[in-house]
C-alpha cells in the first residue's frame, strides 16, 4: 500500500523560489502579465475614446436616442434588434479605434532580403547557393553589409 505522504511533493523553499524565477524569466511570464496590465489601460482609453466621443454622435443620429430599444416582433417572439445592432457596432467601433492607435504606433519591420529563383521565381535567403523549392543552383550575390 502506498502512503499519501509519498504522493505530495516536499516543497524545499530555495529550490521551490529558485524554480519559480527560473520559469517566470524563462517563459516570458513577465512579459505576458505586462501585456495585461498595458492591455487593461489600453482598454480604459479606447472605451474612453468610443464612449465620450464617438457614441454621442451615433446617438445624435437617432431621434430618441435609444436606438439600441429598436424590436421586430412576429406572433409571440419580439426580437431586440437594436441591442445586436448596437453590440456590432461597438465592435466596429473599437475594431476601428485600436486599428487607427495601432497603425499610429506600431511600425512594420521591413521584410527580409530575399534573392529570387531564376528558374521557379520563388525568394531564398540571400545568402542561398540552391534554391530550397526546385534545387536549382543560385547565382552569388553578396549580402547586403550593414554599417557600423
Not at 516536499?10 to 516570458?28: C, S
Not at 464617438?54 to 443620429?61: D, H, Q, R, T
Not at 504606433?105 to 547557393?129: L, M, R, S, Y
Request: glycine share 6%; net charge positive; charged share 20%.
Amino acid at each position: 500500500m502506498v502512503d499519501p505522504k509519498d504522493l505530495i511533493p516536499k516543497l524545499e523553499p530555495r529550490r521551490y523560489a529558485k524554480e519559480f524565477r527560473e520559469f517566470l524569466l524563462k517563459t516570458n511570464m513577465f512579459a505576458l502579465a505586462m501585456g495585461v496590465v498595458i492591455g487593461g489601460a489600453v482598454t480604459k482609453v479606447v472605451e474612453a475614446i468610443v464612449g465620450d466621443l464617438v457614441m454621442p454622435i451615433v446617438g445624435a443620429l437617432q431621434h430618441s436616442g435609444e436606438w439600441r430599444l429598436i424590436k421586430v416582433g412576429f406572433w409571440r417572439f419580439n426580437w431586440t434588434v437594436g441591442h445586436f445592432l448596437g453590440a456590432v457596432l461597438d465592435f466596429l467601433i473599437i475594431a476601428t479605434v485600436v486599428f487607427l492607435i495601432t497603425k499610429m504606433f506600431v511600425k512594420q519591420a521591413p521584410p527580409p532580403p530575399t534573392k529570387i529563383c531564376a528558374a521557379c521565381k520563388e525568394g531564398n535567403h540571400p545568402d542561398a547557393t540552391k534554391c530550397k523549392w526546385c534545387c536549382s543552383d543560385l547565382p552569388l550575390v553578396e549580402s547586403p553589409k550593414t554599417a557600423v
